[in-house]
């Protein structure tokens, strides 16, 4: 759970965007915010760099079930189901097929930030810092991380 809201912290930080708490108690949540007006694809994989920092890729199956739940009138509230819900919704409704390769381009793009060796350095660091304290704060985070937090790119 921990290197889970990390993933999703990383990615928003990456990404020009800012975090305010992030936690693992009670309900586990990373408060990430980007600044108005950046493409849809970049909160596309902020919601997909939870599981991109754990699990890696959804299986084809699994994908395709997540595609239909978000077709389907209010379908899923899940970080999967919300990616791909804007998916969707930046690609104006196309087919499906459409929607997952774009969900795909995505997940690879994540794949190789998250398979950098300072990515996966600070993904254990922050988890483990997580962990031990249970919330730390974006500001807590540039403090302690600041310059390998600033070098951070992921070209989506």
Known sequence: TARHE????????ALGGEVGNVTIEGQPCAECTLPEGVPWSHRVA??????AATVGNLAEDELKWHVGVVRAVGGGFCDRCNATRRVTVGLRHPPDDEVIAEFRRIEALLA????RPEVRELVFD???????????????????????????ELPI
């Open 126 to 152: 922050l988890a483990w810092w997580l962990g031990d304290v249970g919330t730390i704060t974006g500001s807590e985070i540039i403090g302690r991380f600041g310059p390998q937090v600033r070098a951070l």
């Open 112 to 115: 190789e930030f998250f398979a």
């Open 6 to 13: 990390i993933g999703h912290v990383l990615a928003t930080l």
């Open 46 to 51: 902020i919601d997909l760099a939870g599981d």
